[in-house]
């Protein structure tokens, strides 16, 4: 790693760090939709792998530790994983503390990296030994994946049933491609059809307004009043374990770390279930609210960096939500990086090590200082001048382009049929979790039932 590559890993990791913390502070931009087109297409620009890595480390960093300002400010989640900490953030805006509720969240996030980073290589050093034989089941995991996040969805039953017509889909539209010539019959399409998965909900929902009908019934919500309360000016450095009290700290790095062991789980569902269940014995509401959005948020960055982290260590292959989801683009971004031949394959656990905690420590020192100095003029700025329907709009015709890349013209409306379906899913209780493992297990499931 010679000091070309060291300075191109600093500036990616300074340019995720201020590009994802305007992102997150947009209300509503889902980690996948906003990370994992960015990052497949660094990769099909032919970046170092380093370089990708440490942008996406500091792009998750910055992205996680400012999501937590729309929801203390409007109570309007900055991406699915914060949606479970809305309650609690509404309960210290009650009391006049939004400015309180956006130290907590973020200093929580905070020791949610420092506590996955380490733990992530450890564990990953634990499952190294089986990587062999885990990518040898590669497809049946991916299947049982697909199954276990589908008992865990609102919708058990749709959730099940789909697993293979939705398999069916992708591997006939597949199969139409070679066909047809389009692409040559050693070539996959993958990404893209990924993409489509991501933007579905969007997708779903712009094609339902072109029904008359339903786009007279939709509700005109006009322009939304929000009041930013002026906070104190920080002096100094900010330090998270001086925001947090010891109780917090306490209770965020025991989340963090259950949150890493548990990196193969939802991380919407641990970060309910466990930010309740470590703080449902306080009876202040003030209190109980403060400890549960700092447990919360270390948790969820904790998930995310060893959802990461640890299946790129360790195995090579997507086997987490998030690995599957917003860090996809680190194992199968064709042709640059396939499951056979990704970062796992590239860098050594050294390299790796070395860009996490660059990207990370450039992240945190950017993003959590302008945060707590500067989150309300942020809030301010976002709100009024970034609307979120041209960050949609940009992420949207990012997937258009890398499709038509893909497979040509034909694949724009294969991914619009994709985008489509997985919207119509996604609304009725079918979490995205599950179409992507039925999008990697599709292969080897038609196969078995062939």
């Given at each position: 790693?010679?000091?070309m590559?060291?300075?191109?890993?600093?500036?990616?990791?300074i340019?995720?760090?201020?590009?994802?913390?305007?992102?997150?502070v947009?209300?509503?931009?889902d980690?996948?939709?906003?990370?994992a087109?960015?990052?497949?297409?660094?990769?099909?620009?032919?970046?170092?792998?380093?370089?990708?890595?440490?942008?996406?480390?500091?792009?998750?960093?910055?992205?996680?530790?400012?999501?937590?300002?729309?929801?203390?400010v409007?109570?309007?989640?900055?991406g699915?994983?914060?949606?479970?900490?809305?309650?609690?953030?509404?309960?210290?805006?009650?009391?006049?503390?939004p400015?309180?509720?956006i130290?907590?969240?973020?200093?929580?996030?905070?020791?949610?990296?420092?506590?996955?980073?380490?733990?992530?290589?450890?564990?990953?050093n634990?499952?190294?030994?089986?990587?062999?034989?885990?990518?040898?089941?590669?497809?049946?995991?991916?299947?049982?994946?697909a199954?276990?996040?589908?008992?865990?969805?609102?919708?058990?039953?749709?959730?099940?049933?789909?697993?293979?017509?939705?398999?069916?889909?992708?591997?006939?539209?597949?199969?139409?491609?070679?066909?047809?010539?389009?692409?040559?019959?050693?070539?996959?399409?993958?990404?893209?059809?990924?993409?489509?998965?991501?933007?579905?909900?969007?997708?779903?929902?712009?094609?339902?307004?072109?029904?008359?009908?339903?786009?007279q019934?939709?509700?005109?919500?006009?322009?939304?009043?929000?009041?930013?309360k002026?906070?104190?000016?920080?002096?100094?450095?900010?330090?998270?374990?001086?925001?947090?009290?010891?109780?917090?700290?306490?209770?965020?790095?025991?989340?963090?770390?259950?949150?890493?062991?548990?990196?193969?789980?939802?991380?919407?569902g641990?970060?309910?279930?466990?930010?309740?269940?470590?703080?449902?014995?306080?009876?202040d509401?003030?209190?109980?609210?403060?400890?549960?959005?700092?447990?919360?948020?270390?948790?969820?960055n904790?998930?995310?960096?060893?959802?990461?982290?640890?299946?790129?260590?360790?195995?090579?292959?997507?086997?987490s939500?998030?690995?599957?989801?917003?860090?996809?683009?680190?194992?199968?971004?064709p042709?640059?990086?396939?499951?056979?031949?990704?970062?796992?394959h590239?860098?050594?656990?050294?390299?790796?090590?070395t860009a996490?905690?660059l990207?990370?420590?450039?992240?945190?020192?950017?993003?959590?200082?302008?945060?707590?100095k500067?989150?309300?003029?942020?809030?301010?700025?976002?709100f009024?001048?970034?609307?979120?329907?041209?960050?949609i709009?940009?992420?949207?015709?990012?997937?258009?382009?890398?499709?038509?890349?893909?497979?040509?013209?034909?694949?724009?409306?294969?991914?619009?049929?994709?985008a489509?379906?997985?919207?119509?899913?996604?609304?009725?209780?079918?979490?995205?979790?599950?179409?992507?493992?039925?999008?990697?297990?599709?292969?080897?499931?038609?196969?078995?039932?062939?």
């Amino acid at each position: 790693m010679d000091m070309m590559i060291i300075l191109q890993m600093i500036l990616a990791s300074i340019g995720g760090a201020v590009v994802y913390t305007i992102i997150g502070v947009a209300p509503g931009t889902d980690e996948t939709a906003v990370l994992a087109p960015v990052t497949i297409a660094l990769a099909l620009l032919g970046l170092s792998p380093y370089v990708i890595l440490a942008f996406f480390i500091s792009a998750i960093v910055a992205k996680k530790l400012t999501d937590s300002i729309p929801v203390a400010v409007a109570g309007i989640p900055g991406g699915v994983m914060a949606a479970p900490m809305v309650e609690h953030a509404m309960v210290l805006k009650a009391h006049g503390m939004p400015d309180v509720s956006i130290k907590k969240m973020s200093s929580g996030s905070v020791i949610g990296t420092l506590i996955a980073i380490p733990a992530s290589f450890l564990i990953a050093n634990l499952i190294l030994p089986y990587a062999d034989t885990i990518s040898e089941y590669a497809g049946l995991i991916f299947f049982f994946g697909a199954v276990f996040l589908a008992l865990l969805t609102k919708n058990k039953i749709l959730s099940l049933a789909m697993i293979v017509p939705f398999a069916l889909l992708i591997q006939g539209l597949r199969h139409l491609y070679w066909g047809l010539d389009v692409i040559p019959a050693d070539e996959t399409v993958f990404v893209s059809f990924f993409l489509g998965i991501t933007i579905g909900p969007i997708a779903f929902t712009l094609f339902k307004l072109l029904n008359k009908e339903n786009r007279q019934n939709t509700p005109r919500l006009g322009n939304k009043e929000i009041r930013l309360k002026a906070s104190k000016k920080e002096k100094g450095i900010p330090n998270p374990f001086k925001v947090l009290t010891k109780k917090e700290s306490g209770s965020a790095a025991l989340g963090s770390f259950l949150g890493s062991v548990t990196f193969f789980l939802t991380p919407v569902g641990m970060s309910v279930f466990l930010g309740e269940f470590l703080t449902r014995h306080i009876k202040d509401p003030v209190q109980r609210a403060s400890r549960a959005i700092s447990t919360m948020d270390g948790l969820t960055n904790a998930a995310y960096i060893s959802g990461t982290l640890i299946p790129l260590i360790a195995i090579g292959l997507p086997l987490s939500p998030t690995a599957i989801g917003p860090a996809a683009g680190l194992f199968n971004a064709p042709p640059v990086f396939t499951p056979e031949h990704n970062i796992h394959h590239m860098l050594s656990i050294g390299e790796i090590m070395t860009a996490t905690i660059l990207g990370a420590s450039i992240a945190l020192f950017i993003t959590y200082f302008v945060m707590i100095k500067y989150a309300g003029q942020i809030s301010a700025f976002v709100f009024k001048l970034v609307p979120h329907e041209a960050l949609i709009g940009l992420f949207a015709g990012l997937v258009v382009m890398l499709a038509f890349m893909d497979a040509g013209l034909i694949n724009i409306f294969g991914v619009i049929l994709i985008a489509i379906v997985s919207g119509l899913l996604h609304k009725n209780g079918v979490n995205y979790g599950v179409m992507f493992m039925v999008l990697y297990a599709a292969p080897w499931l038609l196969g078995l039932l062939s």
